[in-house]
């Protein structure tokens, strides 16, 4: 799984010109079964995208589609990690250990 944290570089004026495109792209992997859940950070300074993905190169790969990435509105960190505990409904998100 991985936590890509976006962080906004313009003013959001510009972020929301780009929102509905942007929102397309999340619909995109959703559809995917691929994102897990997202959305913007307190004072909207950027944003979470929640992701199965098998490395941090496979995630890149999918945010440079993104059009906050492709029209340089914001810079994105990338977190992977391996759940060890979550809650029962969170079970089809998570893969049972090797």
């Known amino acids: 799984m991985i936590v ?3 962080t906004f570089k313009v003013p959001l004026e510009q972020i929301n010109e780009s929102l509905s495109e ?3 792209f999340l619909d995109r992997y959703y ?3 691929t994102f897990i859940c ?3 950070c307190e004072a909207n300074a950027g944003g979470v995208i929640l992701m199965r993905s098998d490395s941090e190169a496979a995630a890149r790969a ?3 589609e993104d059009p906050y990435y492709t029209r340089g509105l914001a810079e994105y960190a990338f ?3 391996t759940p060890s505990k979550w809650d029962p409904h969170f079970e ?3 893969e049972p250990p090797q």
Request: glycine share 4%.
């Open 31 to 33: 559809a995917q079964n």
């Open 4 to 6: 890509a944290v976006l």
């Open 22 to 24: 942007h929102r397309a």
């Open 92 to 94: 089809r998100y998570v």
């Open 79 to 81: 977190y992977a990690f």
């Open 62 to 64: 999918i945010v440079e």
């Open 38 to 40: 997202s959305g913007r």
